[in-house]
Antibody, heavy 119, light 109 residues
């Protein structure tokens, strides 16, 4: 069965970076895109960007360009999202979600990773 | 910057019908915006319900349906069950950018 399992919660200081992982199983890893979405406490969903797992091409939402980097490791079927220069407003749950290319269907999601930014 | 607006909250009686809408600040929502709908319960990840306006997943209950209504995307819940109480988010892909809606809290009372 399809599973996206994310890494555990993180606590970071302002100005630091965080790297969240999303390990996929149950399907052909490189046949899908992976998106990242975040949700601040008590707030709505916010789109961050996408990585094409066949080739590694990325596209980031304008708000996060220059601060976010999405990468993948096909040998372990793992996708990474690194966010730098953290501020308190980056405190959120971060989700990965897969998409069959050009289907515009975010069918499976990871369980989420809470990142807390606090001095 | 596109803003996608949903009703903040709706209340429905068990067995009733409720329609949630999803509007774009840039104009009418069309099938070319590939509307998606997600359900999220407290402490859980979002769950996909509808993609490309009206397509359901294998796990989507038959009482959920998606459509276009008056220039907006719409999600209709017919024969609402207590377990449908949740937050619902739409997602639009208009003009090459993904934007989530503001979310609708559905209360079953």
């Amino acid at each position: 069965q399809v599973q996206l399992v994310q890494s555990g919660a993180e606590v970071k200081k302002p100005g630091a970076s965080v790297k969240v992982s999303c390990k996929a199983s149950g399907y052909t890893f490189t046949s899908y895109y992976m998106h990242w979405v975040r949700q601040a406490p008590g707030q709505g969903l916010e789109y961050m960007g996408i990585i094409n797992l066949s080739g590694g091409v990325t596209h980031y939402a304008q708000k996060f360009r220059g601060r976010v980097t999405m990468t993948s490791d096909t040998s372990t079927s793992t996708v990474y999202m690194e966010l730098s220069s953290l501020i308190s407003e980056d405190t959120a749950v971060y989700y990965c979600a897969r998409e069959l290319p050009n289907s515009l269907d975010f069918d499976y999601w990871g369980q989420g990773t809470l990142v807390t930014v606090s001095s | 910057q596109t803003v996608v607006t949903q009703e903040p909250s709706l209340t429905v009686s068990p067995g009733g019908t409720v329609t949630l809408t999803c509007a774009s600040s840039t104009g009418a929502v069309t099938s070319g915006c590939y509307p998606n709908w997600f359900q999220q319960k407290p402490g859980q990840a979002p769950r996909a319900l509808i993609y490309s306006t009206s397509n359901k997943h294998s796990w989507t209950p038959a009482r959920f349906s998606g459509s276009l209504l008056g220039g907006k995307a719409a999600l209709t819940l017919s024969g609402v069950q207590p377990e449908d109480e949740a937050e619902y988010y739409c997602l639009l892909y208009c003009g090459g950018a993904y934007v989530f809606g503001t979310g609708t809290k559905v209360t079953v009372l």
